[in-house]
């Protein structure tokens, strides 16, 4: 899974996955730790459902993501209002 999102990432791929039993399209920008240790993505999600039913900025925990692909197109990703994933604290990736 991480190499997988990783891949998608340096690509600038968008990703397509479940979380939550709910379907998500997300633009990812940061993959790293939490202060906990768990391995999290912080990305825009640009479409797909979601419980809050609102789209934008979000956390997904790795251990979480399910059927996780990368999809056609080219990321937005770098958005003009990223400012960083102040939640991961050991940073595995993050877009420039």
């Not at 990812?28 to 789209?55: M, P």
């Not at 080219?74 to 050991?90: K, Q, T």
Request: glycine share 12%; proline share 4%.
């Amino acid at each position: 899974m991480l190499e997988e999102l990783l891949s998608a990432a340096k690509e600038c791929r968008p990703v397509e996955f479940e979380y939550d039993g709910l379907k998500r399209v997300v633009e990812i920008h940061v993959i790293g730790r939490s202060r906990t240790g768990d391995l999290i993505l912080f990305g825009w999600q640009v479409a797909g459902n979601s419980s809050s039913g609102n789209l934008g900025w979000r956390y997904f925990r790795l251990s979480k993501i399910e059927q996780c692909s990368s999809i056609g197109g080219r990321s937005g990703a770098p958005r003009p209002d990223f400012l960083g994933a102040p939640a991961i604290v050991e940073i595995i990736y993050e877009i420039y």
